[in-house]
């Protein structure tokens, strides 16, 4: 197998890892950011504050974006599985 295949694979299945971790990522950060200025403005430096609403969107987030998720790492199984003699040469 040509090292331009295995970047190829390890190019494809880092950008899908990136694709699905993303969005939940992404809102976690955004929740993280809005706690951390209430907990500014004010001064309640608990942990807890910051903890279970960020777990609580992030859960929220998995629990609705999970269906889109299955299908897209579905295709994305299918696709490379489907041109898988490719990489047996």
Same mark, same amino acid.
């Given at each position: 197998? @040509?090292?331009? $295949?295995?970047?190829?694979?390890? $190019?494809?299945? =880092? ?9 939940? =990522?992404? /809102? !976690?950060?955004v929740v993280?950011?809005?706690?951390? /200025?209430?907990?500014?403005? &004010?001064?309640? $430096?608990?942990?807890?504050?910051? &903890?279970? @609403?960020?777990? =609580? !969107?992030?859960? &929220? !987030? #998995?629990?609705? #974006?999970? @269906?889109?998720?299955?299908?897209? =790492?579905? $295709?994305? &199984? ?7 003699? /490719?990489?047996?040469?």
């Amino acid at each position: 197998m @040509p090292m331009e $295949q295995i970047v190829g694979l390890g $190019q494809k299945s =880092l950008m899908e890892v990136l694709l699905l971790a993303g969005p939940i =990522l992404g /809102i !976690a950060i955004v929740v993280s950011l809005l706690i951390n /200025i209430v907990q500014v403005l &004010t001064s309640l $430096q608990e942990v807890t504050i910051s &903890t279970v @609403p960020r777990l =609580l !969107a992030s859960a &929220t !987030a #998995l629990f609705v #974006l999970m @269906p889109w998720m299955w299908r897209h =790492l579905g $295709q994305f &199984t299918v696709q490379m599985l489907s041109d898988f003699r /490719i990489y047996l040469r």
